[in-house]
């Protein structure tokens, strides 16, 4: 370890001065700084926090970047961690669950999903109460404040047995113009943002170690703009909040009492913090003065109790309405001498229960030339170093059909993710089936589904791709729309129902025709084409005018149907007895002919048939035979699941016929698998395939 490329380089971006630490970790327990560098803001180009002057405040971090690089031997420094303040800080806790069909072994991608679900449903939140402030926000960060295994506190999901797990998510929105504030500025200072985290986050990292958080204990960062507040308990980080009063407001009061610009009464009251007996400065009217931190101190003495009793209110409000069990302060702003007192009274603790944290809290922290100072400015810079080994919250950028979309970097994107980020419906990246034919046959209904359209084209920087293509930061992401297949169709002759056949009886010989058809009422022939909504009847019976037409006879009275008188309209059902006439041979001998003439119809027709079934068979390709009788079974998810009636299937198939809604995001992208090999939603899949569908 300490290699160049192994270096993380943080940066504090702060209200007066930028802070850069270069370093690398060996351990959980050890981190070494190998350059570390703090230059002051010659102007206020930063004000609460916020960056107002972005050109300045580049020019401060190329300062920083520059020393620091000679520090370093002349390594250049690309990659930078940075951390945003909580001036604008939006928080939101939410519960989510997630059931399983049946019990399931808890894996990590089963937890990451349902926290995913937790910061959407958080983001729902925020967002929706955002709608008239017509103001955007992004998630800057998230912690998980419990977790849940079958509805019982757990703190660790990993490996149990359950049916449902759940968790309170803290998540934490920042607008975006903060955001874009921060990323641009370091972007013109020459580096590109690796990871993003809060100052308070960073901070806790190092103030308050995981083993303390077991206790009720805030956190306060004291910069010159904001006092950042977190507050701990139960093992987790439950609440965040901010005051916009911190270091600046005390230098007002020393530049107004002294009549000095700013950086001088800056400079006044850190010497106030020091053990000189005497201050010496001039003021704006060019005359030399002299004063003593006892009379500095005196004169902060209103500023601090103010700030310290709106900072000890927001910790209140935070937790729950009650106090805490102790304070840690860090940042500069808090070493003013009593203020550390103040806040203890105002929060009603013990003054020992309120310390600035410094020394103690970084006592792992090493230096290559052993000359580290362990002091409270530190702890934020070295946080935000130590976050990004858990980098959850850094963006990219990819454009799409020409659109910029921010996206958080997992290190495993694709473009399904992009799409999701930048909204593009999931339908237009997928086939898209014609609309379905809906139909009653005797009163059931039918459904003959449309077929696929073709996928989406998809192009990254020019060369094809599919949904599942991993990106890179600044990818050209073009994707044409998927199409829509032709819709659902049927001809009655291809109902199975309209082969069916009826025999009557006629004159003691069976005679066997096949069973009409009714489209809303009216006979139809084999060649009509379903429409939508149509009602078709197999009709069950013949009249005896169409069993005589059948039999190319006329009609004459004289018939009889089951010994009954029969007219043209008389309905005739299965092995129903007619009798043409009762005593003439001759009537026997035609109906022996006519019936002989039917059967070798029949036969030829039959015979036809058949050839040329066979003769399209041979024309098709081996895939398309038998279309409507090829059923394949697959496992999907670990289930059986059985499809039929086409002569091919893509994995697509297999998704809609299972019932997963790929419209529903639950997770970052969707992962997709055939025989353990990763896919894409239009492989073919074939018999006894293995298929895996899971939101990742």
């Known amino acids: 370890m300490g290699k160049a490329d192994q270096y993380v380089f943080g940066l504090d971006i702060g209200t007066r001065s930028v802070v850069g630490t270069v370093g690398y970790k060996k351990n959980a327990s050890d981190f070494t700084v190998v350059a570390q ?10 004000l609460d926090g916020q960056i107002h002057d972005i050109g300045k405040v580049a020019e401060t971090i190329k300062q920083v970047k520059r020393s620091l690089e000679k520090q370093l031997g002349g390594t250049k420094l690309t990659d930078v961690c940075i951390a945003a303040a909580g001036r604008v800080l939006k928080t939101v806790t939410v519960r989510v669950d997630e059931t399983f069909p049946e019990e399931i072994t808890v894996k990590d991608v089963n937890i990451r999903e349902m926290e995913l ?8 939140a925020i967002k929706a109460g955002a709608r008239e402030e017509n103001i955007n926000y992004y998630c800057v960060a998230y912690t998980v404040v419990h977790y849940y295994l079958n509805d019982f506190q757990m703190s660790n999901l990993a490996d149990h047995k359950a049916s449902k797990i759940g968790a309170d998510v803290l998540a934490t929105f920042l607008p975006d113009e903060v955001i874009e504030g921060l990323y641009t500025t370091v972007e013109k200072a020459g580096l590109k943002v690796n990871n993003l985290t809060l100052e308070p986050i960073a901070a806790i990292l190092v103030a308050i170690p995981e083993k303390y958080r077991l206790l009720n204990i805030a956190l306060v960062d004291v910069g010159a703009g904001t006092s950042d507040i977190c507050i701990t308990k139960d093992g987790s980080i439950t609440a965040y909040g901010m005051i916009p009063m911190a270091g600046d407001a005390l230098t007002e009061v020393v530049a107004a009492n002294h009549l000095v610009e700013f950086n001088t009464a800056e400079a006044i009251k850190l010497e106030a913090c020091s053990k000189k007996k005497s201050i010496s400065y001039v003021d704006i009217m060019g005359l030399k003065q002299k004063t003593t931190p006892a009379d500095v101190n005196a004169e902060l003495k209103n500023k601090i109790d103010e700030m310290t009793k709106l900072i000890a ?7 729950g309405g009650k106090t805490v069990s102790a304070c840690f302060v860090v940042g500069g702003g808090g070493k003013i001498k009593g203020f550390t007192e103040s806040l203890a009274a105002h929060l009603k603790l013990p003054k020992e229960r309120v310390a600035l944290r410094g020394e103690e809290v970084l006592s792992f922290v090493n230096s290559v030339n052993g000359d580290f100072k362990a002091d409270p400015l530190y702890v934020t810079p070295i946080g935000i170093c130590l976050n990004y080994y858990e980098k959850k919250n850094n963006f990219v950028y990819a454009s799409l059909n020409g659109d910029s979309v921010k996206l958080y970097d997992n290190n495993k994107l694709t ?74 169709q049927k001809d009655v002759e291809r109902l199975p129902e309209f082969k069916s056949s009826i025999t009557f009886n006629v004159n003691g010989k069976d005679i066997t025709c096949p069973k009409f058809m009714s489209a809303n009422g009216s006979l139809v022939s084999g060649f009509y084409s379903i429409k939508q909504g149509d009602k078709i009847e197999t009709l069950n019976y013949y009249t005896l005018g169409q069993i005589l037409e059948c039999l190319g006879m006329d009609y004459k009275e004289g018939i009889y149907v089951n010994n009954e008188p029969a007219d043209r309209d008389t309905k005739v059902y299965e092995n129903f007895k007619v009798e043409l006439d009762r005593n003439p041979a001759s009537a026997e001998h035609t109906l022996s002919e006519k019936v002989e003439e039917i059967k070798a119809v029949q036969a030829t ?21 038998n279309t409507t009788d090829y059923t394949i079974t697959v496992l999907f998810n670990g289930a059986p699941l059985t499809l039929k009636g086409k002569s091919e299937y893509r994995f697509v198939d297999a998704s ?14 969707l992962e997709i698998k055939i025989n353990k090999v990763n896919a894409a939603f239009i492989d073919l899949i074939k018999d006894g395939d293995s298929l895996e569908l899971h939101w990742i």
């Open 117 to 124: 679900m937790g910061v959407e449903k958080a983001y729902a």
């Open 656 to 669: 809609d016929a299972s019932g997963f809604d790929i419209h529903k995001p639950q997770g970052s992208n």
């Open 415 to 488: 473009v399904i993710d992009v799409a999701i980020a930048a909204g593009y419906p999931n339908e237009n990246l997928f086939p898209k089936r014609g609309k379905a034919l809906e139909f009653t046959l005797n009163g059931q209904a039918r459904l003959v589904r449309g077929e696929l359209g073709e996928a989406a084209v998809i192009t990254i920087n020019g060369k094809p791709a599919s949904v599942n293509t991993l990106i890179e930061p600044n990818d050209d992401i073009t994707i044409v729309e998927s199409t829509v297949g032709p819709d659902g």
């Open 605 to 625: 027709q039959e015979a036809e048939s058949k050839a040329a079934e066979a003769k399209a068979s041979e024309e098709k390709p081996a895939a398309a035979q």
């Open 37 to 46: 560098e703090v230059v002051m803001h010659d102007t206020r180009a930063m």
């Open 313 to 319: 209110q927001r910790i209140i409000e935070v937790n």
